[in-house]
T-cell receptor, first 116, second 117 residues
Framework: EAEVAQSPRYKITEKSQAVAFWCDPISGHATLYWYRQILGQGPELLVQFQDESVVDDSQLPKDRFSAERLKGVDSTLKIQPAELGDSAMYLC??????????????FGPGTRLTVT | AQTVTQSQPEMSVQEAETVTLSCTYDTSENNYYLFWYKQPPSRQMILVIRQEAYKQQNATENRFSVNFQKAAKSFSLKISDSQLGDTAMYFCAFMSVSTSGTYKYIFGTGTRLKVLA
């Protein structure tokens, strides 16, 4: 069964350092989402791509966060410099286009970031 | 702006019993979708059940069913014959479709459900 892949699964970094997360969506899925999930809370959308274009990055702290999906397939989320408050789970999800369940999101296992 | 509220941070239920998780939402839109997602401890989030707002019939998936009250903007999840594997965080989510055709999701804060043996 196709799955959303994410790496690394865990990352510990010191504040002020740069960190990057990678996501490979389900093949053929045009929409890719990056969420941040603070422990005990629900996912909060950071950025949403439709193919290679950003369609929503209103909640992305653009002074330190960046995201790209250059060829409309896999994506990278970067934080530079990392701050203590960035410690969270970073989830990637994807959804397809067309069909009855085009809107259904499939989630990856997430990357747990700890900033020390 | 749309909001999703889950007022029960934690719940517990005895194995084989029935439990209902609550969710309310606020929107001015008429066409939208609602979901319940399950996030087991240290495992990835998976979809439990979905409901299209234009459908009056409540969705059912095996032991999981919803009570969708559109006028009251309420969307509760009922788990029948609870099993130990149902122990997880449960998130209610609202999805709308923008004029450009993109999907926008909003999640609630979650309910931690523990099934007791």
């Amino acid at each position: 069964e196709a799955e959303v892949a994410q790496s690394p699964r865990y990352k510990i970094t010191e504040k002020s350092q740069a960190v990057a997360f990678w996501c490979d969506p389900i093949s053929g899925h045009a929409t890719l989402y990056w969420y941040r999930q603070i422990l005990g809370q629900g996912p909060e959308l950071l950025v949403q791509f439709q193919d290679e274009s950003v369609v929503d990055d209103s909640q992305l702290p653009k002074d330190r966060f960046s995201a790209e999906r250059l060829k409309g397939v896999d994506s990278t989320l970067k934080i530079q410099p990392a701050e203590l408050g960035d410690s969270a789970m970073y989830l990637c999800a994807s959804s397809g286009t067309g069909g009855a369940v085009a809107y259904e999101q499939y989630f990856g296992p997430g990357t747990r970031l700890t900033v020390t | 702006a749309q909001t999703v509220t889950q007022s029960q941070p934690e719940m517990s239920v005895q194995e084989a019993e029935t439990v209902t998780l609550s969710c309310t939402y606020d929107t001015s839109e008429n066409n939208y979708y609602l979901f319940w997602y399950k996030q087991p401890p240290s495992r990835q989030m998976i979809l439990v059940i979905r409901q299209e707002a234009y459908k009056q019939q409540n969705a059912t998936e095996n032991r999981f069913s919803v009570n969708f009250q559109k006028a009251a903007k309420s969307f509760s999840l009922k788990i029948s014959d609870s099993q130990l594997g149902d122990t997880a965080m449960y998130f209610c989510a609202f999805m709308s479709v923008s004029t450009s055709g993109t999907y926008k999701y909003i999640f609630g804060t979650g309910t931690r459900l523990k099934v007791l043996a």
